[in-house]
């Protein structure tokens, strides 16, 4: 089992950036593809982004494709998301995600899930 846990959330300006980070529990973390997803009020949940086992294959939604990048730190138990030229309409509450499968944009094949944290973006 993994448990998640995110952080990094907050207010900022359009046009400025936020880390997110989330810490994971559990020896198997390295066999676990990781994502990012977000939540805007009134809307689905949605994907952002992924990270495969290996880091060496990420996958992003076109949304934020050249301003959003993910990484993961396999040795520290760690997913980060760095958000730069961040837009109002980036604001939602974002998701970390763990998926024992494949990497993928795809919802319903996660198995494990945070709390989220809230980013608010003021234009």
């Known amino acids: 089992q993994v448990q998640l846990v995110e952080s990094g959330g907050g207010l900022v300006q359009a046009g400025g950036s936020l880390r997110l980070s989330c810490a994971a529990s559990?020896?198997?973390?390295?066999?676990?593809?990781m994502g990012w997803f977000r939540q805007a009020p009134g809307k689905e949940r949605e994907f952002v982004a992924a990270?495969?086992?290996?880091?060496?294959?990420?996958y992003y939604a076109d949304s934020v494709k050249g301003r959003f990048t993910i990484s993961r730190d396999n040795a520290k138990n760690t997913v980060s998301l760095q958000m730069n030229s961040l837009k109002p309409e980036d604001t939602a509450v974002y998701y970390c995600?763990?998926?024992?499968?494949?990497?993928?944009?795809?919802?319903?094949?996660?198995?494990?899930w945070g709390q989220g944290t809230q980013v608010i973006v003021s234009s």
């Open positions: 995600a763990a998926n024992r499968a494949t990497l993928t944009a795809e919802e319903h094949q996660y198995d494990y």
């Open positions: 559990g020896r198997t973390f390295r066999g676990y593809a």
């Open positions: 990270i495969s086992v290996s880091v060496v294959t990420t």
